[in-house]
């Protein structure tokens, strides 16, 4: 059943959504699991469906929709079954490319925004850093002036989503080196062929095999002064914000990757043979399946609603984290019962839910870990 939310614009996102996953990602995502990233004419395409720009203002090529719409977008995306190909376009459209939209003046934005919507420009945010994980104010990134007219970058940056694919990179660095804690930081646009930034290597993963996910080095990397991004000092502020999309479309995923899980092992477990009959056969296998579909629907349901509350500008912080820990936890608890009611068939690659069980462990770490998410919640009671 649709949400409440939905209109008729959200339904024909959805089903176009549907057919890309259908027509255009499952025939090829096994390829892209070998080659360890997705190739850079399906983020164009995506542009071309109008995937990137859903959020962003008409004037420069986007459609001017809202956080349930973007929900909606990746929720369906995510049932293709291949986290590694779902994650590098989300963080392209919903977790690096908002910093400009959000924080960039018209310059940045004319230069820039156009060709992030059309999926000609990729991008990738690069704040985590190897030894800071969830403590973004611990970073280390350094950002000093040079005269007036630059900003020269020295640190390293971990775990960066679309971090070999990008063009443009939106950078948080420590440009007051007095000040304590979240203090001090500031956002900056760096674009690929920058003297001084190096990607340091390509990371092998456990699961988002066909996510492109780099190691960054920043060598006295000297940027323009133009490309500071928002205010000076005050980056730790639109990092937070961002946050907060990032984890309202990463939980929409984790649903629709559950979704996705309890319908592959429902028709297993209707053919599987055991036991003079079938697997569902059995009352424990049946109720587990629809333990974990009434766990999800209601995940579903807390989705929608912390988005349609972003949609009003409501201050939604609590239920975000919230949804955040909910789901991150939920899709992992779908695909380990998945996994055991596949029996050996889970164990091996050429399963799906072996796939989507090592993809799915993330969630619970990225953009905010669980423990973190629950503090927040902590915090506003």
């Given at each position: 059943?649709?949400?409440?939310y ?8 959805r ?19 070998e ?8 983020f164009?395409?995506?542009g ?52 400009l939209?959000?924080y ?46 630059a ?11 679309n971090?070999?694919l990008?063009?443009?990179?939106f ?10 804690g ?28 066909s ?33 907060q ?51 999800v629907?209601?995940g ?6 912390t ?75």
């Amino acid at each position: 059943m649709d949400p409440i939310y939905f209109t008729d614009e959200h339904r024909m996102l959805r089903d176009t959504a549907a057919r890309f996953v259908r027509d255009e990602v499952v025939p090829e995502a096994d390829a892209w699991e070998e080659a360890g990233e997705v190739p850079r004419d399906k983020f164009r395409r995506m542009g071309e469906l109008g995937f990137f720009g859903i959020r962003y203002p008409e004037q420069y090529g986007g459609s001017g929709m809202n956080a349930i719409a973007s929900a909606a977008l990746w929720e369906e995306l995510a049932k293709c079954g291949y986290g590694g190909f779902t994650i590098g376009p989300m963080v392209h459209g919903e977790m690096a490319s908002p910093h400009l939209a959000r924080y960039g003046n018209d310059a940045q934005k004319e230069k820039y925004l156009p060709g992030v919507i059309a999926g000609e420009t990729v991008t990738a945010i690069a704040v985590t850093e190897p030894d800071g994980g969830s403590d973004v104010a611990a970073l280390r990134t350094r950002a000093r002036r040079k005269g007036n007219d630059a900003w020269v970058l020295n640190g390293a940056k971990m775990f960066i989503t679309n971090g070999a694919l990008a063009d443009v990179y939106f950078v948080a660095a420590r440009t007051d080196p007095d000040a304590k804690g979240s203090r001090g930081l500031s956002m900056f646009i760096v674009e690929k062929d920058t003297p001084g930034l190096r990607i340091a290597r390509k990371l092998d993963k456990h699961g988002w095999r066909s996510s492109d996910t780099a190691e960054l080095s920043f060598e006295d990397c000297e940027i323009p002064a133009e490309n500071l991004l928002g205010e000076e000092n005050k980056g730790f502020y639109a990092i937070m914000d961002n946050f907060q999309n990032e984890r309202l479309v990463g939980s929409a995923a984790a649903v629709g990757e559950s979704l996705k899980a309890i319908e592959i092992t429902t028709d297993y477990v209707k053919t599987r043979k055991a036991f003079g009959g079938t697997l569902w056969d059995k009352q424990v296998v049946r109720h587990k399946l629809a333990t974990l579909a009434m766990k999800v629907e209601a995940g579903r349901a807390l989705t929608y609603h912390t988005a349609w509350l972003d949609a009003q500008g409501a201050d939604c912080v609590k239920e975000v984290s919230a949804l955040k820990a909910y789901m991150g936890e939920l899709v992992n608890e779908v695909m380990y019962t998945c996994v055991q009611l596949h029996g050996g068939m889970g164990l091996m690659r050429e399963s799906a839910i072996e796939r989507m069980s090592r993809d799915a462990r993330v969630i619970a770490i990225g953009a905010g870990a669980t423990e973190v998410m629950i503090e927040e919640v902590a915090k506003r009671m």
